[in-house]
């Protein structure tokens, strides 16, 4: 489940749809919660499938630590690329906001820890060194982002939260013992997805 301050807009004729905030959501909110909504899709489902939904499910799901395909079931799934992203993922089925995204504002992942299979180009952007994303960028990264997300952790009781009841109860503890300050944070690189390990055992 997306936000609910967010909609979806159509950004430009380059980039297509994306997620936009309709109100300040303040750096610390979480941004979206895996839910009931959310269709898994094992791998070997996925290769059975048509080629059609295939190239559709490649294109807007992201995987998991298990391998497994997600596919968004709201426009959360249109929430797009940047290496400068306003969101990251944690190791508890949520992203939170790792700066203010302000009214009119995208909503953006770096897909590089979303366990992409393949790497891919994308648009320079201002600032940054990176132009492509690889399967391996969690390897490499997590720590920045683990870094970013311990400070967005520390605004997270003192901005509201109106996607921490749908949170599982499994993680919602430890989330608000992290915030805190009385739990370490889980690393980021709990969500990568090793193939080369599974392929092994």
Same mark, same amino acid.
């Given at each position: 489940?997306?936000?609910?301050?967010?909609?979806?807009?159509?950004?430009?004729?380059?980039?297509?749809?994306?997620?936009?905030?309709?109100?300040?959501?303040?750096?610390?909110?979480?941004?979206?919660?895996?839910?009931?909504?959310?269709?898994?899709?094992?791998?070997?489902?996925?290769?059975?499938?048509?080629?059609?939904?295939?190239?559709?499910?490649?294109?807007?799901?992201?995987?998991?630590?298990?391998?497994?395909?997600?596919?968004?079931?709201?426009?959360?799934?249109?929430?797009?690329?940047?290496?400068?992203?306003?969101?990251?993922?944690?190791?508890?089925?949520?992203?939170?906001?790792?700066?203010?995204?302000?009214?009119?504002?995208?909503?953006?992942?770096?897909?590089?820890?979303?366990?992409?299979?393949?790497?891919?180009?994308?648009?320079?952007?201002?600032?940054?060194?990176?132009?492509?994303?690889?399967?391996?960028?969690?390897?490499?990264?997590?720590?920045?982002?683990?870094?970013? *997300?311990?400070? &967005?952790?520390?605004?997270? =009781?003192?901005?509201?939260?109106?996607?921490?009841?749908?949170? !599982? $109860? +499994?993680? @919602?503890?430890?989330? *608000?013992?992290? &915030?805190?300050?009385?739990? =370490?944070?889980?690393?980021?690189?709990?969500?990568?997805?090793? !193939? $080369? +390990?599974? @392929?092994?055992?």
């Amino acid at each position: 489940m997306i936000h609910p301050d967010t909609e979806l807009r159509f950004i430009s004729p380059e980039i297509g749809f994306g997620v936009v905030a309709t109100k300040l959501i303040p750096k610390g909110t979480i941004t979206w919660v895996f839910d009931s909504l959310d269709q898994i899709i094992s791998p070997e489902k996925l290769e059975r499938m048509d080629s059609m939904q295939k190239v559709f499910l490649e294109k807007y799901c992201y995987r998991d630590h298990t391998g497994n395909y997600v596919l968004c079931g709201d426009h959360a799934r249109f929430v797009n690329h940047s290496f400068r992203s306003s969101c990251m993922s944690t190791a508890y089925d949520c992203e939170v906001a790792v700066r203010d995204i302000l009214p009119g504002e995208e909503l953006t992942d770096d897909y590089g820890y979303l366990n992409p299979s393949e790497p891919f180009d994308c648009v320079p952007e201002e600032g940054c060194t990176r132009t492509r994303v690889l399967p391996d960028d969690l390897l490499n990264f997590h720590p920045e982002w683990d870094a970013q *997300l311990r400070e &967005a952790f520390e605004n997270f =009781s003192s901005v509201e939260q109106p996607l921490l009841h749908m949170l !599982a $109860s +499994k993680y @919602r503890a430890k989330v *608000l013992a992290v &915030a805190a300050g009385q739990a =370490s944070m889980d690393s980021i690189l709990n969500c990568y997805y090793d !193939a $080369s +390990k599974v @392929r092994k055992e």
